[in-house]
């Protein structure tokens, strides 16, 4: 469907392509996979015509490595994770228009012409340069199988293209004792080598001028990264390797020079493989030129999700391809790409504090979680948890806490209560109340007012909101079923009982809408249950308000969701515990569910699950903490995290402090000296990355936008706040 058709612009959503040298882990799924799935199935109900393209990043040294340790050639191993990673996402109901691989001839010959292309317009020239070299392995290093002292924050263990600590990107030369990580403690050495750069420098000017007619509608951390390179000032970077597996470096025009033993490196190659993917699926379906709508349509929009580490490859690296490349295709009369329209780029997902990783061994296998768990159930664990503001973490207690009083407890409780009264004491869906039923009315309003607000979330990237919005609706379906109470209006007034249950069932159909693009298996569930024909996910967004099929007769409902075993999540979260689990649990072929854990349906009761509560502490306690107010007189850059401001504060009559706060992404310095805030005047002080705490500034979010506390009328700093 095009705009046209539609009326909506065409969207394109471009997934940061995972390596191949290993299984997906949950860090992968909630960072950039499982967050584009979720905005593609929204578009298209919401009538926009979507593409979504991805696939398996298969070149660079660590998937040679890979594939001598396992004896297999490079080949084999990326072949292996290309179908490892397509079985898990289609597992987890992630659905790609297209996931490839960056082997395929097409990709290749797309690499070598931008690569010609950029090149014709003088932005790639070679340069000899010096590179890291291990002996004892004989090769070349990229930047990543570097590893050293951060120049800048004296972490051990930074890489030789960026630091994880402070986030700075490096150079492998500036680190300090740089070694091999191929043979640990073994010294590198720096050998002279011909390279092809791309000269970043050159297009400072035109990058400068697209982040600022783009940006303002990106991330806080989108933007603070992006604005932090460009003012630091682009340097030109080699992007060809001593390798031989990989894309070739074409024949050059008018040179003689051979290259065979260079390749594109994949920092150049793989973002390409957002324009490749496109072409290549417009091949297949028969429709060689179909990728322009979503490339050259000017009214189209593109969406490029990713983890936070990745964003200065798509928002100044790719842009500056796709600069350097409308060049030369403007040259020829070709029709240009649009750049970047958003980047949502989420923070990351941690296991106990520490962040997933492939190469550290941190993390939770995403097949291993499959084996036990719904896919639902970690689908809502990562939506309601997801790290788009801040980084989150994973812990079994939550996602136990979050699955059981909240999935199965309120939405699949509502969802089964309603049904499993009305098939039982009517068998079918009852005819509408009057125009004038208080209850019918406020729910109908409800429903329209959560499709409202949940487009609003969707449509600017903003998941996590929109998922408790849902919520938000489940909770208020328990809470009016609680008051209507149909199981009482029954016995003593039939007309009045089926009124309540047809608006009730108005609910669960708009949830059945509501949660198909977070919650695909239990939404066709409930939509077919309510007896509506075909697939929800086919359905337009406004479905959630459309009568219901009055008369429909009704089969016995199953349970959406399956409770957690709190002992099994005891085993996993217990002391020693492996961070990623080992043991496959057997599925029960008729339930689909772990065969160790028995479906427990939520029965039918007179009570609806109530919201989960916060623990209660006493008056006591809470006077315990001396909350003050304090007026905002400096603010520095920590000088060891890119995070981080030290924030020197006037409390009144408890003097002058000291506050290390983590705003830096979402406030300027001058936003903030001369403010009120509040902060905890009594916490114990800390050393926060070298520099003293000496409180805590308060603030709220909501996931997405953070912001300070201060007083609605003007009081001294040094006022308590009771």
Not at 479 to 492: G, I, L, R
Request: charged letters at 20%; a neutral charge; hydrophobic letters at 40%.
């Amino acid at each position: 469907m095009s705009k046209a058709a539609s009326g909506r612009p065409p969207i394109l959503i471009g997934v940061a392509w995972p390596y191949a040298n290993g299984p997906l882990h949950l860090g992968h799924i909630a960072g950039s996979l499982l967050p584009p799935d979720i905005f593609r199935r929204a578009m298209r109900m919401l009538g926009h015509d979507v593409l979504m393209v991805s696939g398996s990043d298969c070149h660079g040294t660590p998937i040679m490595i890979k594939a001598e340790k396992e004896g297999k050639t490079p080949g084999e191993v990326v072949a292996f994770y290309n179908e490892e990673h397509k079985a898990a996402l289609g597992r987890l109901h992630i659905d790609f228009d297209l996931f490839t691989a960056t082997t395929t001839p097409n990709h290749r010959e797309w690499v070598q012409k931008i690569f010609l292309a950029c090149r014709e317009m003088g932005y790639i020239e070679t340069r000899t340069t010096e590179a890291p070299y291990d002996a004892k392995a004989g090769r070349f290093l990229p930047d990543r199988y570097v590893e050293g002292t951060c120049p800048h924050c004296k972490t051990a263990g930074a890489r030789g293209d960026q630091c994880d600590a402070c986030g700075k990107t490096l150079d492998p030369k500036e680190l300090i004792a740089p070694h091999s990580k191929m043979n640990p403690g073994n010294p590198v050495t720096f050998r002279p080598t011909e390279h092809f750069f791309f000269l970043l420098s050159k297009l400072q000017p035109a990058l400068e001028r697209y982040v600022q007619a783009t940006a303002g509608h990106w991330r806080a951390n989108t933007i603070n990264f992006t604005s932090q390179w460009l003012k630091d000032g682009l340097v030109d970077r080699a992007i060809t390797r001593d390798l031989t597996w990989g894309v070739p470096i074409p024949p050059l025009p008018g040179s003689s020079t051979n290259y065979d033993d260079k390749r594109i490196y994949v920092w150049f190659e793989a973002v390409c493989g957002y324009l490749t993917a496109a072409v290549e699926w417009a091949q297949r379906q028969g429709k060689p030129e179909a990728w322009h709508r979503f490339w050259t349509d000017k009214t189209a929009r593109s969406y490029y999700f990713l983890g936070k580490d990745n964003i200065p490859f798509h928002t100044i690296i790719w842009p500056a391809i796709l600069i350097a490349y409308n060049e030369a295709r403007g040259k020829k009369g070709e029709p240009l790409l649009n750049l970047p329209y958003d980047v949502p780029a989420n923070e990351f997902l941690n296991l106990a504090g520490l962040k997933f990783s492939k190469s550290q061994g941190v993390g939770i296998g995403v097949q291993e979680v499959l084996d036990r768990f719904q896919s639902d159930a970690v689908r809502y664990y990562l939506s309601i948890n997801m790290p788009e503001g801040k980084d989150a973490d994973w812990t079994w207690e939550d996602f136990q806490s979050k699955v059981n009083d909240e999935l199965v407890g309120a939405l699949g409780n509502l969802v089964h209560r309603v049904l499993s009264f009305t098939q039982k004491n009517l068998g079918v869906i009852p005819n509408a109340p009057e125009a004038d039923d208080k209850l019918d009315a406020k729910l109908r309003a409800a429903i329209a007012a959560c499709g409202d607000d949940m487009e609003t979330h969707l449509r600017a990237v903003r998941l996590r909101p929109a998922m408790r919005r849902l919520m938000e609706l489940a909770f208020l379906g328990n809470q009016a079923m609680q008051e209507a109470q149909p199981w009482a209006k029954y016995k003593t007034n039939r007309p009045e009982a089926e009124d309540k249950l047809h608006s009730l069932i108005r609910v669960v159909k708009a949830l059945a809408v509501y949660m198909a693009p977070f919650l695909p298996e239990a939404a066709q569930k409930a939509w077919s249950a309510v007896g509506e024909e075909g697939s929800v996910h086919a359905q337009p967004w406004s479905a959630a308000q459309a009568p219901l099929a009055i008369g429909h007769r009704l089969a016995e409902p199953q349970p959406l969701f399956i409770k957690l075993d709190p002992d099994q999540i005891k085993a996993l979260a217990g002391p020693g515990a492996p961070p990623t689990p080992s043991k496959v649990t057997p599925v029960d072929s008729k339930t689909n569910a772990p065969a160790t854990l028995a479906p427990t349906p939520a029965a039918p009761s007179a009570k609806p699950a109530p919201a989960p509560q916060p623990t209660s502490i006493s008056i006591e306690e809470f006077q315990r903490i001396n909350l003050r107010l304090a007026k905002v007189v400096a603010v520095e850059a920590h000088p060891k995290a890119d995070k981080l401001y030290v924030v020197k504060l006037d409390a009144g009559e408890l003097g002058p402090r000291q506050v290390v706060a983590g705003l830096k992404a979402f406030y300027k310095p001058e936003e903030l000296v001369g403010q009120t805030v509040a902060f905890v005047a009594n916490l114990a002080p800390a050393m926060l990355r070298g520099v003293e705490s000496q409180g805590m500034i308060l603030a709220a979010d909501d996931g997405t936008t953070v912001g300070f506390l201060t007083p609605q009328r003007a009081l001294p700093p040094g006022s308590k706040i009771r």
